[in-house]
């Protein structure tokens, strides 16, 4: 048992640690990062995930930008809309995430497993692999809600940030074709307070 509990607390302590990187190579993702991982258990915890899924959606919602270390800082941040060349390399860090994790192995395998699914939709229209409703680890389906919720009511460099009333009514606009309408309605339960 203390093996294991030792193996856990690398596993969490080298999750942080590679969460520092991204807030080094872009402040704003990694506190991003930070505040989602912050939701997305309060979520797990509402829908009533088990222990390891929460430990999971924690360490999902942590680096599920990850792989957005590899684009250069003038696309992630650009002021005006991206062009279709951006926007096909911004779509390949839920990829590169995932290559970037299956090479520490063991449990951030898994969870970069779970980090290629965090922009699929509900509806199935999603990237990379267009899954649809449960076909998208429930994990990646909380972190997608949570990320979403977190970047609408920030300011970023190309837009300001919305109001959380309006960021809410944005999930309910898009529940059952974006995201997940369980997930959308743990949002609204505790973010209504």
């Known amino acids: 048992l203390s093996k294991a509990l030792e193996l856990s607390a690398a596993y969490r302590g080298t999750a942080f640690l590679l969460g520092d990187v991204v807030k080094a190579d872009d402040a704003y993702t990694g506190a991003h990062s930070r505040d989602v991982v912050e939701l997305a258990v309060a979520v797990a915890d509402h829908l009533g995930l088990d222990g390891r ?13 990850i792989g957005k270390i590899g684009i250069p800082n003038t696309i992630i941040n650009k002021k005006g809309p991206l062009t279709a060349e ?7 860090h839920t990829i590169e995430g995932e290559r970037l994790l ?6 951030l ?17 999603g990237y990379p692999d267009g899954l649809v409703g449960a076909e998208i ?7 997608c809600g949570c990320d ?5 009511t920030t300011a970023r460099s190309y837009r300001a940030a919305m109001s959380p009333a309006d960021a809410r009514a ?3 606009r898009n529940r059952g074709s974006q995201f997940d309408p369980d997930v959308v309605d743990a949002i609204l339960a505790l973010t209504s307070v």
């Open 53 to 65: 899924s929460r430990h999971l959606a924690e360490l999902t919602a942590l680096l599920h930008d």
């Open 170 to 172: 944005e999930l309910v």
């Open 109 to 125: 395998t898994e969870v970069g497993q779970i980090v290629r699914s965090c922009h699929e939709r509900y509806d199935g229209r």
């Open 148 to 152: 979403a919720f977190n970047a609408m």
């Open 86 to 92: 951006e926007r096909a390399l911004i779509n390949l």
């Open 102 to 107: 299956s090479r520490v192995g063991g449990l």
């Open 137 to 143: 680890p429930i994990v990646a389906r909380i972190v």
